[in-house]
Structures are given as structure tokens and as C-alpha cells.
């Protein structure tokens, strides 16, 4: 999730930009050279055929799975409240970043027999808050970034895997659904630009609350690890191993249609 600060918070900890860039040169967090704009590069040419790949094999998944008739089916909307954190080394000094969000989504669960289906959600992420605790002890010290630091901080995320039902009756519906998870960030401040995109695994633990015959209340949330990532920042695209752990309780009203 790599992001860049103001420089006054550099100035605010008696760092210049250079000592906290060269600091944080491979974490999450980035001062961004004057040098805004992308360029598609060979390495982020071949991460966009990736990318083409999985959207057509996706695609190809849920068109089989639509022709196949379903036991069940539901679509909703949720709000949830998703908390990712990271902790690693970088040059002996360790780093760990809490970064708070609310996020508005949309999910779709179809059952085609009375266990197994296919679930899928997508949620428009809004950063609130990111605190990024650098050292330990006396040497350690803490920076708290906001929203309003940016100009532009968004992030996307996304969750598609089977549906395993556990329980079902005619009150509820209680389901298991891990899968892949994919999860985009971008920031913008006095024209630069930084847009990171993590993948990795996850799951949704929901359980369906039903109100009446097509209406449903829903509960429940999603784990995430996220451990690899493609950063395109400064006209530059560099891909790394990343360890990002999220953890995502959610609530949603929905229809179900069988």
C-alpha cells in the first residue's frame, strides 16, 4: 500500500525528505519525487497481461456458473469498516502500519446445490486514518496521517471464491466463502500520483438474517492476507513480496430471488 506524505509531517519530526525516503525507500509509505505521470514500462506491460488473464478467466467462471441453475440466489449492499496492518523490517529498523477505512460494497451469492455456489463482493474503500509506528523505545517514534493529507486517497477491493453453506433454514442462512482477494490503493497529492495493487487470499464468514420473503439483513466480515504487490509510483513500477493483513466487519441489507 505504498502511499506518500505531506512534507511537513517530515518536518513535524525533524527528518528531511531525503532521511525519510531513504528510511522507507521499499515500505509503504513514500515521499514522491517531483516526477508525476506513469509510463508503461515492460514490467508493468506484463502485469496488465496478468491482469487481462485473471479478468477473462473470471469472467469465463461466472458466465459457466450463470448457465448452471441455482438453488439460491442474492444480491446486497454492505458497510464495513476494514483495518489493514502491516508489520516489517527495512534495514534493521522495524515499521508497522495501521491504516482505518470505511467502505461501501456490493455482493452476490448464488447456491447451486443445496452446500456449494459462488460468492462475490466488491467494495469502494475510503482511508480515514493511517498511523505508522517507526523503531521501538526510546528511538521509536509515530506518525498519524488523514485523509485530508491528499489531495485524492481511494482504494478498491474485492473478494470472489466458492460459497460454502453451513446452515440454512427458512429464518437464515449462515455461509463460509474464501477465495482471491484483490485489493487496489490510490493516492494523489499536488499532482503525484502513487497506486499500488495487492493480491492474495481471503474469506467471508456471513450470516443471512431474513426479514420476509425476498428481504434479508446480513452480517458478518472478511480476513485477508495479501502477499504480493505491483507499486506504479513516480512514473515507476516496481513488484515485491507484501505481508498485509486485513480484517473487515461488515453489515448489509440484500434480496434473495429463490
Known sequence: ??????????NEKNYCEDNINKLLKDFKIQIVPNCAGFYLNPLREKFMKKILLAAVIAACISASAAAVET??????????????????????????????SIAFGIQA????????????????????????????GKLGYTIDIDRSDYDSLWGMSALLGPAIC????????FTVSPGIHYSLLSAELEGNSSVVYLFGLGANIQDSIFFS???????????????YGVN?????SKSETSHDFTFTPRIGVGFRFK
Request: proline share 2%.
Open 232 to 236: 506504479i509510483s513516480g512514473g515507476e
Open 71 to 100: 438453488k439460491y440466489e442474492s444480491f446486497g449492499f454492505n458497510f464495513s469498516v476494514p483495518v489493514l496492518y502491516e508489520s516489517q523490517e527495512e534495514d534493521g529498523v522495524e515499521v508497522e502500519t495501521t491504516m482505518t
Open 1 to 10: 500500500m505504498s502511499l506518500f506524505a505531506k512534507k511537513e509531517v517530515a
Open 213 to 227: 420473503d425476498s428481504g434479508y439483513f446480513s452480517f458478518g466480515g472478511d480476513i485477508a492476507y495479501d502477499f
Open 109 to 136: 451469492l448464488s447456491l447451486y446445490t443445496e452446500r456449494l455456489g459462488l460468492y462475490v463482493n466488491l467494495d469502494l474503500v475510503l482511508p480515514q486514518n493511517i498511523s505508522i509506528k517507526i523503531g521501538s
Open 166 to 173: 453451513i446452515t440454512q433454514s427458512d429464518k437464515m442462512l
